[in-house]
């Protein structure tokens, strides 16, 4: 089951090694991500079949969303009574099919589980933690995700330490990443910044969205930064200046293949997103995450990630550090391209 552009990279690792094995999974795409820029060239790029069904519920509240998801997603599994559920991330589609495989008593696994940023405004962190309780299968990142689904009840017998697939679709499609054409593209002849913005905290409380255009402002005068901008974030940021920062060149979302090429040589990444975060790390680019939490610590510990909060100062401090010393990370460990394999064998066993 996936809705969002994140869930397509995560789930096609494991798509792919679930038809390797014999199985055929169906593919449910609930809409939650519509955009061609968001769907339609994520499952061309990354080999996804077509969805079997795609539920085409569009964008609306959390609470209105949510329930059409809920209702849309009813029928097809009573239709079709799969033998379990699959589902990825922390988006509303996530929380959706967990309530609704629970309350129909199929089994739900839920791949990247255990991940806490312990901030219940985010509604994520909402949708992580309800989707573990009901889960019956947990598939997790890293090591300190067991320890929190341990602490919170979790039989431990139902937990499995697999690794990252999102990491596995970036390692399978890494020699594929055309950095020449992604400079050429934007006229990036020497270094430059890569930007996202796209959670609620950020883009839509004017105070913070503000704070974090200086802060945009300021670094772009050291390095020009690139900046695909989320649809739903582009009416506030427009309206409180950000076509007008001279170093920063905006464009509409990439692709895939596109976005990772010009990540991948970027000298710096600025973002909220939690999966840039992983990716970064395995890239080995420096990140700065405009947050006060991360429930993915692991990518400070071990990899090039920094919190900076929303300060526009201490962000173009952090940044002037990170661009004189770029921070040496590590691979976390079984982020080596086989997460999607190791679920695929559990979900078959």
């Given at each position: 089951?996936?809705?969002a552009?994140?869930?397509l990279?995560?789930a096609?690792?494991v798509?792919?090694a679930?038809r390797?094995?014999g199985?055929?999974?169906l593919?449910v ?9 968001l769907?339609?060239v994520?499952?061309e790029q990354?080999?996804?079949p ?28 009573v ?13 509303n589609?996530?929380?959706a099919a ?7 008593h199929i089994?739900?696994?839920h ?9 219940r ?9 309800v989707?573990?309780?009901?889960s ?11 320890e929190h689904?341990?602490?919170?009840g979790?039989?431990?017998e139902?937990?499995h330490?697999?690794?990252?697939t999102?990491i596995d ?6 020699e594929?990443l055309?950095?020449?054409e992604?400079?050429?593209r934007y006229?990036?002849e ?9 959670r ?17 402002g ?13 649809p739903r ?13 001279s170093?920063v060149?905006?464009t509409?979302?990439l692709?895939?293949?596109e976005?990772m090429?010009l990540?991948s040589d ?7 997103s939690g999966?840039?975060?992983e990716?970064?790390?395995v890239l080995g ?6 947050r006060d939490?991360?429930e ?9 990630n920094r919190l900076?909060?929303r300060?526009p100062?201490?962000i173009?401090?952090?940044a002037l550090?990170?661009l004189s010393?770029?921070p040496?990370?590590?691979?976390p460990?079984?982020?080596d ?13």
């Amino acid at each position: 089951m996936v809705g969002a552009r994140p869930n397509l990279i995560k789930a096609a690792p494991v798509v792919r090694a679930l038809r390797s094995s014999g199985e055929r999974p169906l593919l449910v795409h609930t809409g939650q991500h519509y955009e061609r820029e968001l769907s339609e060239v994520f499952f061309e790029q990354l080999g996804l079949p077509e969805p079997d069904v795609n539920l085409g519920v569009g964008s609306a509240s959390h609470g209105r969303q949510t329930a059409a998801l809920m209702v849309g997603l009813e029928g097809f599994f009573v239709e079709a009574r799969p033998r379990s559920v699959v589902v990825y991330g922390d988006v509303n589609s996530t929380l959706a099919a967990a309530l609704v495989a629970a309350k129909l008593h199929i089994p739900l696994a839920h791949v990247e589980a255990g991940l806490r940023s312990f901030d219940r405004s985010m509604p994520e962190e909402i949708n992580r933690v309800v989707t573990d309780v009901i889960s019956d299968r947990h598939f997790t990142t890293s090591p300190e995700a067991a320890e929190h689904l341990v602490q919170e009840g979790i039989a431990v017998e139902g937990i499995h330490f697999v690794g990252n697939t999102m990491i596995d679709t970036l390692v399978r499609f890494r020699e594929r990443l055309d950095v020449d054409e992604a400079r050429h593209r934007y006229g990036l002849e020497g270094d430059y910044a890569v930007c996202t913005l796209h959670r609620p905290a950020n883009v839509d409380d004017r105070d913070s969205a503000a704070a974090l255009l200086k802060a945009l402002g300021l670094v772009s005068g050291e390095i020009p930064i690139v900046f695909p901008v989320h649809p739903r974030g582009r009416p506030s940021l427009e309206s409180l200046g950000l076509l007008d920062l001279s170093g920063v060149l905006v464009t509409p979302p990439l692709g895939y293949l596109e976005f990772m090429a010009l990540m991948s040589d970027a000298r710096l990444v600025l973002t909220d997103s939690g999966g840039i975060q992983e990716e970064t790390t395995v890239l080995g680019v420096p990140c700065l995450t405009l947050r006060d939490n991360t429930e993915r610590p692991i990518t400070l510990t071990m990899g090039t990630n920094r919190l900076v909060g929303r300060d526009p100062d201490f962000i173009y401090s952090t940044a002037l550090e990170v661009l004189s010393d770029p921070p040496r990370g590590r691979i976390p460990p079984l982020w080596d391209g086989h997460a999607g394999d190791r679920v695929a064998e559990i979900l078959h066993s």
